[in-house]
């Protein structure tokens, strides 16, 4: 059973608009979040994260915000800009950053012109 | 130049054969992991080793095996490969020190007839 899920496998936005990609998880020692963003032929790159002590966290365009009573976040992308399109992780450990991850399957973000 | 190296990037071989996938990297990190990404599945963590006397098995470690000869490098290998073996397969590197997000290489992706 998937412990970290997006549901959504695809979205379509208009460019200047708002993305908002989910990610719900299930494991309640989950105490970090990230945000991995994959394009094709090349391994994910480290996007933003998000503490459990916080419930969001803004890096320029980027925001996530966490809900740990319903054990979901979210990545806001305003504006979103066609170079956002991509395939976005999202990704829990129980302990850092920098320690094991456990993935979403990912959700792939188009951004049309 | 990438600071994780994989190779080779793509390979094709047939079902019984033996295979390594070969991991290098210069980011001076002492933990390392792979992972293999299905669609939908987001990436499934295999092994991972925290330093060079330390390996750990990860989530899907059946038909994988690993070997840290040096600090630098962490291979993975397939020892009689099957057809749903056929994946892209990731390394990752993280500091233990710096407590950074995993690293990725940009992937080795594997077909097996």
């Known amino acids: 059973d998937q412990q970290v899920k997006q549901n959504s496998p695809s979205l379509s936005v208009q460019e200047g608009r708002i993305s908002i990609l989910n990610c719900d998880y299930t494991?309640?020692?989950?105490?970090?979040f990230l945000w991995y963003k994959k394009y094709p032929a090349e391994g994910p790159t480290f996007l933003i994260s998000i503490s459990s002590i916080k419930d969001k966290n803004e890096d320029g365009r980027f925001t996530v915000f966490l809900n740990k009573s319903a054990k979901h976040l979210s990545l806001h992308i305003v504006p979103s800009q066609p170079g956002d399109s991509a395939v976005y992780f999202c990704?829990?450990?129980?302990?850092?950053?920098?320690?094991?991850?456990?993935f979403g399957g990912g959700t792939r973000l188009m951004v049309k012109p | 130049d990438a600071d994780v190296t994989q190779t080779p990037r793509n390979r094709i071989t047939k079902t019984g054969k033996r295979i390594m996938l070969e991991c290098s990297q210069t980011k001076g990190h002492d933990r390392m992991y792979w992972y293999r990404q299905d669609p939908g599945l987001g990436l499934r963590l295999i092994y991972y080793s925290f330093d060079v006397k330390d390996i750990n098995k990860g989530e899907i470690s059946d038909g994988y095996s690993v070997s840290r000869q040096a600090q630098a490098k962490f291979s993975l290998s397939l020892e009689s490969a099957i057809p749903n073996q056929t994946a892209l397969y990731f390394c990752?590197?993280?500091?233990?020190?710096?407590?950074?997000?995993?690293?990725f290489g940009d992937g080795t992706r594997l077909s097996i007839l």
């Open positions: 990752a590197t993280s500091d233990t020190k710096s407590n950074q997000p995993q690293h």
């Open positions: 990704a829990a450990s129980p302990y850092n950053a920098g320690n094991m991850l456990t």
């Open positions: 494991n309640s020692m989950f105490d970090y």
